[in-house]
């Protein structure tokens, strides 16, 4: 059995790891191929190292300014990395244009060179996740990703539903397995309680509000964030609870850009390490958000989650009743703030119990490549 695993961001990098370690640790042929579609990623080489998993075999300098180029790039990059390694499986995780092109690639090389019985098979970690919200581009992206894919594994039974409603189980395997954030949150908490970043923000446990926002809908309209970095102060002020607030790259170009003024319950940090930013999420109050991934990881931790969106793709967090969806709206943030602090939220395994990666590798060893 011989593995290509395609990957690039850092939530790719950090659910992948456990997998690979596994992979490492069974002696499997695997390789990696990073496709540097964030080109400012200061922060790869850092995950690599904190993980103990091998750096990449292959390096596509693929960055560009279009979808069309970044695509157009990696994906011609990666099928020629295929013809050289001919591996029996592709595994890509997600929704991002990284999992999306090594589908691509991999979809081509399999009609130009394989017959059906040779083909590389392509792998799907975190299928299934729908928000039913077409204006978001990953919601395309895991449509493509799970009809181009062989194999799915799918974090919840809400995911695996999902995937039997579009009949994807006719022509494919499908499985229910977890997500495998589950896995490296157990096996770093020992870690995140050591962690002194609390003490170094001078800040103190469940005394304040964490807050994440990078998506464009959220952050690119200068007027419309303006109001919800002013609607924060105010929220922050009302409960006299003030905001972390570790501004990703994105955010913090619009955000030099306003003509603020100066936001006395809001405090602004540079992006924060891995362990760093596990151990600011376990320990606030209500967490803030506009990522995907911290609905996961909120509910593993047993910590609120305020999600200033509209629409889900990790639907079994609102079923669990530790996620609440706002968008922007003032009135709903408050109402959910005060829900909040009237019902504890525990820890959950609702997306995972530790022990994903370990179940996937599994099925990939039994079955027939």
Do not use: W
């Not at 292959?58 to 994906?75: E, P, R, V, W």
């Not at 006395?264 to 995907?292: A, H, Q, R, Y």
Request: contains cysteine; proline residues 4%.
């Amino acid at each position: 059995m011989k593995i290509c695993i395609v990957l690039s961001t850092r939530p790719e990098i950090i659910k992948l790891a456990s997998l690979i370690k596994i992979l490492k640790d069974e002696k499997i042929n695997f390789f990696l191929i990073n496709t540097n579609q964030h080109y400012i990623n200061i922060m790869s080489d850092v995950f690599f190292k904190f993980f103990k998993i091998p750096k990449p075999k292959y390096n596509i300098k693929a960055s560009s300014s279009t979808y069309g180029g970044f695509f157009s790039k990696t994906i011609k990059s990666i099928e020629k990395v295929l013809y050289k390694e001919k591996p029996n499986y592709l595994i890509v995780q997600g929704d991002t244009n990284t999992a999306l092109a090594g589908c691509f690639a991999a979809s081509i090389f399999n009609r130009k060179y394989f017959n059906n019985d040779n083909k590389i098979k392509i792998v799907h970690i975190e299928a299934g996740l729908r928000s039913f919200d077409e204006r978001m581009p990953e919601e395309i992206n895991r449509k493509l990703i799970d009809q181009l894919s062989n194999i799915l594994f799918a974090p919840t039974s809400f995911d695996l539903r999902n995937l039997k409603k579009e009949r994807l189980e006719l022509n494919k395997k499908i499985f229910k397995v977890g997500n495998t954030i589950s896995d490296i949150i157990k096996d770093n908490v020992p870690l995140i309680k050591q962690n002194n970043i609390l003490k170094k923000l001078n800040i103190l446990k469940k005394n304040y509000f964490l807050i994440t926002l990078h998506r464009p809908e959220s952050v690119d309209n200068p007027a419309q964030f303006n109001k919800l970095l002013l609607d924060i102060e105010k929220i922050g002020k009302k409960f006299n609870t003030k905001f972390v607030f570790p501004v990703h790259p994105r955010s913090k170009k619009i955000i030099q850009k306003l003509n603020l003024i100066k936001l006395n319950f809001v405090k602004f940090t540079k992006p924060l390490e891995f362990l760093d930013f596990l151990s600011i999420m376990m320990n606030s109050k209500i967490i803030f958000t506009d990522s995907g991934g911290i609905q996961e990881e909120s509910s593993l931790l047993g910590v609120p989650c305020i999600t200033l969106r509209t629409t889900t793709e990790r639907q079994l967090s609102i079923k669990n009743k530790s996620n609440i969806l706002t968008g922007y709206d003032y009135r709903k943030i408050i109402k959910a703030i005060i829900y909040f602090n009237k019902n504890i939220v525990k820890p959950s395994k609702i997306f995972g119990d530790g022990k994903v990666a370990t179940n996937i590798f599994n099925k990939l060893k039994n079955l027939k490549h």
